[in-house]
């Protein structure tokens, strides 16, 4: 099974219609631009959040923005809004763009004063964006297939790992493309030490003997819906365990999932030759965040 974008994902983004917020603006989607001599844009001095609306209702935009601010300080910049001035222009953004279930995209970047690697006299750029965005794989539970990537998540000794940076994508959409060239939905990553990590965007969640275990976040973003859904197990009187994973220890689970914002609570069926038949806890946590998004 593919990834299966809205019908809206057929239209570039630069050619749609709609509004984006961008320096305390809202301007129309057409007209929010950047210079092709951007810092963010040659350096990946650029630091960005995805959070989701659900019925009209942002799902832990203050965490999301707290994590924003964070972000940009471990790439030594300070967003120029205060995390109200940015919630408040989301909850705006929404109602002019006539969205209610949306994802939204805020971002920050190094403006074009200076291109060279010092950057400290760049201004900072600052623009949200929301847009129609349905389930990131399809059907969730109906279960993906990932494969090992060739690609490895660095130390935190080598890069800012719990920054939402965009430089650290790179790999991911290497990693990405490679396991779709060879017709799988996405790649499972391992670390530099050669521990399981996470997928290209999502956090991992193995279930053994009905315990859920997860890779320690030590050098990968310890997601928000992961920590979200190790608050729903342990709720739910589900035991769980933070640790060094290894790919052996997929021989074990009967289930494996991913959690993020996009994929939400997404089901693995398969990783290369390793088939997981269960579902049964999964489609649990899964039902119990589909309610908390929208009422708790």
Not at 45 to 51: A, K, L, M, R, T
Not at 116 to 122: G, M, Q, R, V
Request: charged letters at 25%.
């Amino acid at each position: 099974m593919s990834s299966v974008p809205p019908a809206s994902a057929m239209v570039p983004f630069d050619q749609r219609e709609g509004f984006i917020w961008y320096n305390g603006r809202t301007l129309a989607w057409k007209d929010a631009r950047l210079h092709v001599m951007s810092h963010g844009l040659h350096y990946a001095s650029c630091v960005f959040e995805g959070i989701r609306s659900y019925g009209g209702r942002i799902y832990k935009p203050s965490a999301h923005y707290e994590r924003f601010h964070e972000s940009a300080r471990l790439l030594d910049f300070e967003i120029p809004y205060s995390i109200e001035e940015l919630k408040d222009a989301t909850v705006s953004l929404l109602a002019k763009n006539s969205l209610t279930d949306a994802y939204i995209r805020p971002i920050a970047w190094r403006g074009s004063e200076q291109m060279a690697i010092a950057a400290d006299k760049t201004s900072i750029h600052t623009a949200i964006i929301v847009w129609d965005f349905g389930p990131y794989f399809g059907s969730r539970l109906q279960g993906i297939r990932l494969t090992l990537s060739r690609w490895r998540r660095p130390s935190a000794e080598s890069a800012p790992c719990k920054s939402k940076a965009a430089g650290l994508y790179t790999i991911c959409t290497l990693a990405k493309h490679e396991a779709q060239r060879a017709g799988f939905d996405d790649a499972l990553m391992l670390d530099y030490r050669g521990l399981v990590a996470e997928s290209t965007g999502s956090n991992i969640f193995l279930v053994i003997d009905g315990a859920l275990h997860t890779p320690l976040a030590d050098c990968f973003l310890d997601g928000i819906t992961r920590r979200t859904l190790i608050d729903i197990a342990k709720r739910a009187g589900i035991e769980v365990v933070e640790r060094a994973i290894t790919l052996d220890d997929f021989d074990k689970a009967q289930e494996v999932f991913l959690t993020g914002t996009a994929a939400e609570v997404t089901l693995v069926r398969e990783i290369d030759e390793r088939k997981f038949d269960d579902s049964q806890i999964t489609k649990r946590l899964a039902k119990l965040y589909d309610e908390g998004v929208r009422i708790g």
